[in-house]
């Protein structure tokens, strides 16, 4: 047999799909962060990983082809040339890039993705600016480059993905000259291309997991990618819209669109271009007010085929990015009416007018023309919405074959090794 392991790191925990040559799911593996606290965040995710690979059994284990990992974006720490970590992790939401911002603007395009306080390149900075960059032969890694290297044992070799927000042009698959003449480039991760096969494992580590010898380890991705690829998208004009907390987009495209003061960005997907956004609307807004019992009773009782006419902007609080750029954006909730159930119908209804909004903006911007969304997030299975959604976008709204980014980071281990198998 030929089975493939993909492992997500998110932010709340991990998670391990094997699968096998058809795409069906062989085995599962799930580890909460929960009781992840104190000081060695990295050791906890070396544990982490450890216990996920054990929990899968031995006959599977065994038929293992090839690995691959995704972390969050710009989670990233600094190594010895040994791959031992120097200091804590920074994590993805950490804003101390903040402080170097006005040496980022001065080296980086404007407009670039990499200006930002939580961007992989502004926690660089902020490593050298506070001494910690000590070496030419350190390693500057994101947590899925980490974990890969745990597996592998080559310290310092990354993916595209991951490499966006440190400045990599996944164009011209280079680091580009502004970046190239900063002292900080020697530290930098080589970069391949996601799912290219990096190594074989080590030897300590086949032995120790029950993993086959000659088990590939491959470049990975992001979890938000990750879980893109297990929607089942594939082709231009096919988009998969998250409703979790907040309200994300991507829409895969022909063309690369950037748009930094929308936060609108591209990533590589082979020869195409996953562009994207992010609405702070959301679920988050109507957990506010409902419990997800209530919005099931209710989405039932209300009419899909009906426009509301309630015209809201939901936000827990003022600002918004896209599709709307706007940091003052007050949140609109008014008028109130008086029955629960219309209520709701005028939030569904709102949120959906800003979902195709978002669409119209990124095609305007050059993406392709839209054809398809599957729908991944808590608000996914809500049938009422979706025909909501439906009628606001005039686009077939599927459900995504896959929610799990592991599934889509096991399908990225096995999608070069196909052919070889
Ligand atoms: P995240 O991972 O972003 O926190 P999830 O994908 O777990 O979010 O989705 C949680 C959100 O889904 C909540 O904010 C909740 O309001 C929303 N949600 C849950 N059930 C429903 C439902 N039946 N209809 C619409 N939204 C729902």
Known sequence: MNFYLGIDFGTSGARAIVIDSDNIIQAEAQYSFASISGTD????????????????????????????????????????????????????????????????????PPNHVVLSATSSLAKLLWLSQNSQVKSKNYYFLHQADWLAFLLHGKPGISDY????????????????????????????????????????????????????????????????????????????????????????????????????????????????????????????????????????????????????????YPLLKPGERFPINDPNLTPRLEPKPARSVEFLHGLLESIARIEGRGYQLLQELGATRLTHIYTAGGGAKNMTWTAIRARQLQVPILPSAHTAAAYGTALLSKSQLDGLS
Request: proline letters at 5%; a negative charge.
């Open 161 to 312: 993905h991951n490499a966006l927000k440190l400045g990599y042009n996944p164009e011209t698959l280079s680091y580009p000259d502004w970046l190239q003449n900063l002292p900080e480039i020697s530290i930098l991760p080589q970069v391949l291309a996601p799912g290219t096969p990096i190594a074989e494992i080590t030897v300590e580590i086949a032995n120790k997991l029950g993993l086959t010898r000659n088990c590939l380890v491959c470049a990975g991705t992001t979890d938000s990618i990750a879980a893109f690829l297990a929607s089942g998208a594939n082709s231009p004009g096919e988009a998969v819209t998250s409703l979790g907390s907040t309200l994300v987009l991507k829409l895969l495209s022909y063309t690369r669109v950037e748009d930094i003061r929308y936060g609108i960005y591209s990533h590589r997907l082979g020869d195409l271009w996953l562009t994207g956004g992010a609405s702070n609307t959301g679920g988050a807004v109507l957990r506010e007010f409902f419990s997800d019992n209530e919005l099931e009773c209710l989405s039932r009782e209300l009419n899909p085929k009906k426009e509301s006419l309630l015209d809201y």
């Open 41 to 108: 965040l990295a050791g906890s995710w070396r544990n982490a990983l450890f216990s996920l690979i054990g929990q899968i059994p031995q006959e599977i284990i065994k038929e293992i082809n090839a690995i691959a990992i995704n972390g969050t974006s710009s989670t990233v720490l600094l190594c010895d040339a040994d791959g031992n970590p120097l200091a804590e992790p920074i994590l993805y939401n950490d804003g101390r890039g903040l402080a170097v911002m006005a040496q980022l603007k001065a080296i980086a």
